[in-house]
């Protein structure tokens, strides 16, 4: 037996979001050199740990009370000298406090220490949002979310869209983390209805799969050896490859693609519900890019005092020194809503 006060309590912390068995050298080296390593059943790492050969026992029945737990780890500890606790994915609540509670008590109370096992990599949260969808959608979920389709489902993106253009408008930043988090639940419903359809199906990896695919291909300055000297090249590098695309999936489909693009290809992609000010920003803004100058140079002379072609001409003006209209217009309104309602939040 280990002499009181000589015993030593490890409290192995892992990430959820880390496959199992996959651990620091300092957390293995502390269940190698254990007398003794528990943990809860049905627990991945318990699992991993005794596929690798390790012996692992668990609380009996009844006794994984946390002030419970804690007194019979403590007690282990001081018998057999040096005892790991595998933390549960759920954090353990409560079971810190009771050992430090009983560890108080003790005038010669083991030494408690704490290893972390496994650390999240950047973006392991997105794992978590990908488990809750599940949950809402999944039998026993939440009825509301389970009744949505992509149709119903629609004007919250386009909702949410424009209070995360607000949001990243007013500079404040935790309103732009909730605002950008409602755009990215928008994102991962609709890849979770996808997921449920019976013969054509998707999911959000299948999402992330395609971003990160198009991404790659389209920054060849990046991750292949073609160069880029400044953001125009990547500009005119980006139009070129989404032609290539483009002219691949008409061959893929059997149709022909225009030499040197129609009008109306260099305009694909736009979409006609966008409002109108955005919209013509984008047009203007791809003609520009395209040397297609000559059509904005048509629809403003055929009639040059209409109210239209007046708008489209300032949005020429504006989109060529660099300023958004859109942009330029929101905030002229947001000074405007404030004069005529003092007192009312930007």
């Not at 318990?46 to 946390?66: H, Y």
């Not at 999944?138 to 004007?155: F, I, K, N, R, Y």
């Not at 693609?257 to 519900?273: K, N, Q, T, V």
Request: charged share 25%; aromatic share 2%.
């Amino acid at each position: 037996m280990t002499p009181a006060g000589s015993g030593r309590l490890t409290l192995l912390l892992t990430s959820p979001r880390v496959p199992a068995g996959v651990l620091t050298r300092d957390a293995w080296l502390a269940l190698e050199g254990a007398a003794a390593v528990l943990g809860r059943e049905d627990e991945p790492q318990l699992e991993a740990l005794r596929a690798a050969g390790m012996p692992v026992t668990s609380p009996p029945p009844g006794e994984d009370a946390p002030p419970v737990l804690a007194r019979a780890l403590v007690s282990r500890a001081l018998t057999d000298g040096a005892v790991v606790w595998v933390g549960s994915s759920d954090g353990d609540p409560g079971l810190t406090d009771a050992i430090a509670s009983e560890v108080s008590r003790l005038p010669t109370p083991p030494e408690v220490e704490v290893v972390v096992g496994s650390y999240d990599v950047q973006g392991a949260r997105l794992l978590d949002l990908v488990a809750v969808m599940d949950r809402l959608r999944s039998p026993g979920g939440c009825p509301w979310d389970a009744e949505q389709t992509h149709a119903s489902l629609v004007p919250y993106l386009v909702e949410e869209a424009f209070e995360a253009v607000e949001a990243l408008e007013s500079g404040d930043r935790a309103h732009m983390v909730e605002e950008l988090g409602d755009v990215l639940l928008q994102v991962a419903f609709h890849a979770r209805v996808a997921q449920e359809h019976e013969s054509d199906p998707f999911d959000i990896d299948d999402v992330a799969a395609g971003l990160v695919a198009k991404l790659v291909r389209r920054h060849p300055h990046v991750f292949a050896d073609a160069e880029a000297a400044d953001a125009a090249a990547v500009e005119a590098s980006w139009d070129s490859i989404k032609d290539a695309e483009r002219a691949a999936q008409q061959d893929a489909r059997g149709a022909s693609a225009p030499a040197g693009g129609s009008d109306g290809d260099i305009l694909r992609g736009i979409p006609e519900a966008m409002p109108p000010l955005a919209r013509a920003t984008k047009i203007v803004s791809r003609l520009r890019r395209r040397a297609r100058v000559e059509l904005l140079d048509a629809a403003l002379t055929s009639d040059p005092d209409g109210p239209g072609a007046r708008l489209l001409a300032l949005v020429v003006e504006l989109e060529a020194a660099g300023i958004d209209p859109d942009s330029a217009l929101r905030e002229t309104l947001r000074h405007l809503t404030a004069s005529a309602l003092p007192g009312r939040e930007r």
